[in-house]
C-alpha cells in the first residue's frame, strides 16, 4: 500500500491547456512538498506547504493543501511545453523525520 | 555554486560484478540521501547521513548494499554482488538539516544497467 497516491499517472494535453493533479492520502502530515523532474535530472522541489487550507502560486502553477492537511493538487494554467515532466508529491512519514516518503508520481506530457 | 555530483552518470556492467556508485554533496549541507528510482516502485530512499552518521538504512535493500560517508564531502554506494534487477537509477540529494529550509538538492542521478 502506497502512503501516497498521485493520480492521474499519465497526463497528455495540448499546449495551452489547464489541468490538476492529485496526490492523496488517508494520513495527515505536518508538511507536503511538490517536486518536478525533467527526463536525465534529478528532481526539484517546487514548492512545501505546511498549513491545512494553504494555497501557494508560482507563476502559473498553484498549489492547494488539503484543510486537513491529507491530500493536495497541483493546477497549471496555459500549459506550456516546459511544464512536460514527471510531477511527484512527497511527505515526511512522521513529524519531524529528515527522510522523504514519495508518490509514484504524475507523469504530464505537454504537446505543442 | 555547483550542485550536488554524481559519478559516473552511466553504468553498465554484468551480473556478479562490484558496483560503486560516488556522491559529492553541495558544500555546507550535512545530510545526505541516496534513493533508487525505478519506473515499478517508484522513487524510494536507500539510506540517510546526518554529519557523515548513518541514521536510517531501513530501505536497503539487502545485505549486497553498503553505503559510506567517510567525510563531509564525499559518499559512496556498493553494490557487491550486482544483480539484474538493480538496474534502475540512483540519485544522491542533500540539505542542509537545521537550515531556514528544507530543501533536498538532488544530483543527475546515476543510470545503472545490470546485464
Known amino acids: 500500500t502506497q502512503l501516497l497516491e498521485q493520480s492521474p499517472q499519465f497526463l497528455s494535453i495540448q499546449e495551452g491547456e489547464n489541468l490538476t493533479v492529485y496526490c492523496n492520502s488517508s494520513?495527515?502530515?505536518?508538511?507536503l512538498q511538490w517536486y518536478r523532474q525533467e527526463p536525465g535530472e534529478g528532481p526539484v522541489l517546487l514548492v512545501t506547504v505546511v498549513t491545512g487550507g494553504e494555497v501557494k502560486k508560482l507563476k502559473r502553477l498553484t498549489f492547494q493543501f488539503g484543510d486537513a492537511r491529507k491530500d493536495s493538487s497541483l493546477h497549471i494554467t496555459a500549459a506550456q511545453t516546459g511544464d512536460t515532466g514527471l510531477y511527484l508529491c512527497a511527505v515526511p512519514p512522521i513529524q519531524g523525520a529528515q527522510k522523504l516518503v514519495f508518490g509514484q508520481g504524475t507523469r504530464l506530457t505537454i504537446n505543442p | 555554486d555547483a550542485g550536488v555530483i554524481q559519478s559516473p552518470r552511466h553504468e553498465v556492467t554484468e551480473m556478479g560484478q562490484e558496483v560503486t556508485l560516488r556522491c559529492k554533496p553541495i558544500s555546507g549541507h550535512n545530510s545526505l540521501f541516496w534513493y533508487r528510482q525505478t519506473m515499478m516502485r517508484g522513487l524510494e530512499l536507500l539510506i540517510y547521513f546526518n554529519n557523515n552518521v548513518p541514521i536510517d538504512d531501513s530501505g536497503m535493500p539487502e545485505d549486497r548494499f553498503s553505503a559510506k560517508m567517510p567525510n563531509a564531502s564525499f559518499s559512496t554506494l556498493k553494490i557487491q554482488p550486482s544483480e539484474p534487477r538493480d538496474s534502475a537509477v540512483y540519485f544522491c540529494?542533500?540539505?542542509?538539516?537545521?537550515?531556514?529550509?528544507?530543501?533536498?538538492?538532488f544530483g543527475p542521478g546515476t543510470r545503472l544497467t545490470v546485464l
Open positions: 540529494a542533500s540539505r542542509l538539516t537545521g537550515g531556514s529550509t528544507d530543501t533536498q538538492y
Open positions: 494520513s495527515v502530515f505536518s508538511s
